[in-house]
């Protein structure tokens, strides 16, 4: 069965500084990888997905995100956090085919100092 | 904005109540999801349409009864609610429900559910 770990609860930055985010996942086959960021009183919105090719994929907002075969990983990354990235961060992973059944990670709530 | 809406945004209701949660998507999608979201938890697959036809029950109590009248449209009855039934509902809908580049789930802002 699929697995996703998120060993971060709450995460705090200073805007301006760099964020990386950790999510590790377990399956026995190549994963499909998904980032999705939920914001106060709002749904999920994707941030950005790996099916398959480069392992480091680019998304909306300035986030990209790096899949490592050997770890297990799927960090998401940002250079320059602004204060409008604090929100609650999901990793998601899914089997593929014609599996729709994504397993999602508990979250990793982020807050933005000033 | 995500092209999925879902009505009421917040719900409280009391155990003998019944009340219906609805989700539209704009998206000319075919397949749409229930999702249970409760704090400190994952985000719970409850129930999958694909062209209005269930594909999924994840197990769920009856007590929740889905529908999907057409693929546009989705609702959740409720009846006889816990108060652990209290959490966020999420509707997502995709372009399909197999094959992963038309599998991109898009959400909606989610029903706030309080059982009292």
């Known amino acids: 069965a699929q697995s996703v770990t998120q060993p971060d609860i709450h995460i705090t930055v200073s805007e301006g500084a760099s964020l990386e985010l950790r999510c590790n996942y377990s399956?026995?086959?190549?994963?499909?990888l998904f980032w999705y960021v939920q914001s106060p009183g709002q749904g999920l919105q994707l941030l950005l997905k790996y099916f398959s090719g480069d392992t480091l994929v680019q998304g909306i907002k300035g986030f990209e995100a790096e899949f490592k075969r050997s770890q297990s990983s799927f960090n998401l990354r940002k250079p320059s956090v602004h204060w409008s990235d604090a929100a609650e961060y999901f990793c998601?992973?899914?089997?593929?085919?014609?599996?729709?059944?994504?397993?999602f990670g508990k979250g990793t709530l982020l807050t933005v100092n000033p | 904005e995500t092209g999925v809406t879902q009505t009421p945004r917040h719900l409280v209701m009391g155990m003998t109540n019944k009340k219906s949660l609805k989700c539209e998507q704009h998206l000319g999608h075919n397949a749409m999801y229930w999702y249970k979201q409760s704090a400190k938890k994952p985000l719970e697959l409850m129930f999958v349409y694909s062209l209005e036809e269930r594909v999924e029950n994840n197990s769920v109590p009856s007590r929740f009864s889905p529908e999907c009248p057409n693929s546009s449209h989705l609702f959740l009855h409720l009846h006889t609610l816990q108060p652990e039934d209290s959490a966020l509902y999420l509707c997502?809908?995709?372009?399909?429900?197999?094959?992963?580049?038309?599998?991109?789930?898009?959400f909606g802002a989610g029903t706030r559910l309080s059982v009292l």
């Open positions: 399956y026995g086959a190549t994963p499909y």
């Open positions: 998601a992973v899914g089997p593929g085919g014609s599996n729709y059944k994504l397993t």
């Open positions: 997502a809908s995709s372009q399909d429900a197999g094959g992963w580049a038309k599998n991109i789930q898009y």
